[in-house]
């Protein structure tokens, strides 16, 4: 790290500390992919996660995923909260018994010194009732600030993980609020550099939060979003059916993914109509129900496939 | 003799699991340990953060052999009995049994079957993987390579290491020799995550213990608290402070360290602006840090103390810095959710409770509010306060559920509630309301005694439980979920302690037909009474908890309409006093006497012997005596009962002993004259009846 010029530096640069991060994880064997390509709201509803931490076979990815939660706009006025954010995401199947030093050492691979710091691991267990998943782990807390989640997935989207997988989840903004010594995050600097060539996490990200904040909150169509809702369950449950090939005792599945990406839609949605709090709170745990069936079917045809581990055995 | 040290590496157990887990250990291999014969002299569990351990000492090195005697078939007993008691008892020939001689039921042959002890270190071998295997952790998990494989080990968290040896002090103990899930037991543990990361080897629990110290582990939990509490009230008395002390965090942040290090930091006094429970609440839930008062006025100070983990390489500079700037960034969200909700009115919040479902069969919080402000209405005259204001303060009290503060801190309900209404300007007792109707919340808690907190507090209770028993949700067995008998005993303690004359059953059954599914009347008449029994219950449980004699809640509920909670109390306080005098336990002994005596002629007769007794037929001068005091003490104690002066009824009671002891010493009551013999009769049933003045005796145990 010492060789790096001080504009990549993590704790001079926003995108310094993601590709410090990528780096370390890649170097470990990790496949780096990019973002998916569909509003989620946590890194963990990419199906690098969801589906391939279900099934046998060995996974190791890392990943940033933008993560949107509408209710969370603050119309840019919050120093630390957002309606989008970077999550640095790291899921490990199955769990390596060092996954904790591996953890402590990607932290010193962006500047936080296990000597120097407080660095702790509190319970926090997991949950997503619209996933249908679970786990047990920590907060990882840094001198008293939460900078990850560890977890290890005991079940997700309804199927038990055999084996289990660890799930490292870092938000990087607050991460890097941190190692750059600011409080509010839009004065982060996001590429390392200073004086005219600066350019803030503000400059980038401020109008959009003012702007989606509108929309979350006031603008957003809600007759729309409740047809999208229900076209995206309606699409997902026709995939779901129309995958399933072969007999009743060599059951296979076609179309796993693309069903899942309706499941992601319909919970992205259900978040933004939330969020517009058109939603009343009986009605709220009907269609988080909704949403945990569609996961569960899209498990279900997930270990039905060939990268959910079909052909290692009967099923 | 020897001893056994056993140590579970894993990664971080949660803080709040530790101590329990401890214990189990414990209290799982002691048991083992009798159960296989093996008496301990002493036993003693640790948890920190990554590990358990257990040093049992005193443990014999072999269990003792065992001689059993097995009784087997009688001689010249059927062939296949004798082969199969050979079978069974391993014998090779009857050679080796022995007979035992019975001249009545004659001879048998009996197996002397010698069982020798197994050595301490294969017992352990067996059970402590066993333990391990069955641990009850609230919670657990499978991890890692094997966790694919059915029968995978589940633990709180990934254990890693487990070091189970045993021996004798002077010698090399043995390992003990057994593996979990390809975890093998051995003698190497691990020291600090951060500052003593190497291997340690370990042979017994004495230098196990002093190795960890030097590895920056220290073991015991208590002296963990005990170095927090210390430092934290050194550090912050250095500076002319106190510290606010609080031992459920105490416990939590040892649980969170092996090897704690104490600091101070600060905030800026800016905060100060904002409540100091909600500061509070800021720091220690969020943070797990310690908050500062002065010293004299008990105010806190901008100050807070923090546990970490290690002795940093700069002094603890960054770590203090960096919990400044989270507490700084806590801080300022609590003030900013302040400052917003004071913004808002509490009434302006009320329309979002119109969405909110209380229980989907008793409507919308909106409705549960509007019915509270009805009862508190009702009930405010009966306790003195103002209607008005018992109305305003049942109409805000609930707001506060919505504000910013209370989402983030549920446990500030009420409290910041008063804190808006008075921000806004109401009256001091409606503010205070908004607060105090949640008491008490259990039996310590303190009552609240301003009329309009009474008035609300009991109106939210008595909503609650007329509700759950107007859809018919009672508790049952150890099944509670909406804490009705938390409810319960809080409506008689709010009535007992503010001394409150409410009669309940007009009060509920007007209460039980505001509910949307309204009922008919019959069943409103019997939830009514079944509510009542409940109270009933509620109080002999209090009873009971105080050393009183709840058997005679029973004898005072059993008379016609006790609804008067007060007046239950006093009766039978008036009574317990009574029954503590020899007048009270004699005429106890007769009044049950009289009351046997009808119940078996009554029920050998068919009929009930409840009328009046023709004076005519008064044979002996002792029935006499005993009709004419009967009139006397009846219309003595219902004088004294119309004034509520219970002590004076019993008193006047109390005159009966003298005359229904001398009736039963000279009255036969079974005359051969059957019309004497009905009229004495009638006349024991006016004894029972004379003593229902006061309460049914029969209900009363000796």
Redesign the interface.
Known sequence: MDSLPAHMRPEHSFQGLILALQRYWADYGCVILQPYDMEVGAGTFHPATTLRALGPKRWNAAYVQPSRRPKDGRYGENPNRLQHYYQFQVILKPSPSDIQELYLKSLAAIGIDSHLHDIRFVEDDWESPTLGAWGLGWECWCDGMEVSQFTYFQQVAGVECAPVAGELTYGLERLAMYVQGVDRVYDLNFNGRDGAERVSYGDVFLQAEQEYSRHNFEYSDADMLFKQFAMAEEACKKYLEAGWKGGSNCKEHLLALPAYDQCIKASHVFNLLDARGVISVTERQSYIMRVRELAKACGEAWVHTEAGGAADGPT | MPDLLLELFS??I???MQAKAADDLRRMVTDRLVAEGLVYEGAKAFAT?RRLALTVHGIPARQPDLKEERKGPRVGGPAAAIAGFLKATGLASLDQATIQRDPKKGDFYVALIEKPGRGTLDVLADILPVIIRTFPWP??????????RPGALQW???L?AIVASFGLETEQPDIVNFAVDGIAAGQTTFGHR?MAPVPISVRRFEDYEAKLLDAKVVLDAERRKDAILTDARQLAFAQGYDLVEDPGLLDEVAG??EWPVVAMGSFEQDFLSIPPEVIRATIRNN???FVVSESNTAKLTNKFI?T???E???GGK??V???E?????RL??AK?FYESDLKLKLEDRLPKFD???FH?KLGTQAERIRRIERLAAEIAPLVGADVEKAKRAAHLAKADLLTDVVGEFPELQGLMGKYYALAQGEDASVGAASEEHYKPQGPTDRVPSDPVSVAVALADKIDTLVGFWAIDEKPTGSKDPYALRRAALGVIRLIVENKIRLNLIPLVARHIATFVNAQASTDIDRKCIDLLAFFADRLKVQLREQGARYDLVDAVFALESQDDLLTVVRRVEALGRFLDTDDGKNLLAGTKRAANILRIEEKKDGKAYDGMPDVSLYRLVEEKALAKAIGQVKAEASTALAKEDFAGGMSAIAKLRPVVDAFFDRVKVNDDDSKVRENRLKLLNEIRDATRAVADFSKIQD
């Open positions: 990664e971080e949660p803080a709040r953060p919670k657990s998990m499978r991890w890692g390579e094997r966790s694919a709180v968290r990934p890693h951060f969170l360290v943070m797990k840090c923090l970490a983990n290690i940093a390489s700069d960054a770590i810095a960096g919990n700037r989270v507490i700084r960034a300022s969200d900013f969405n909110i479902v989907e």
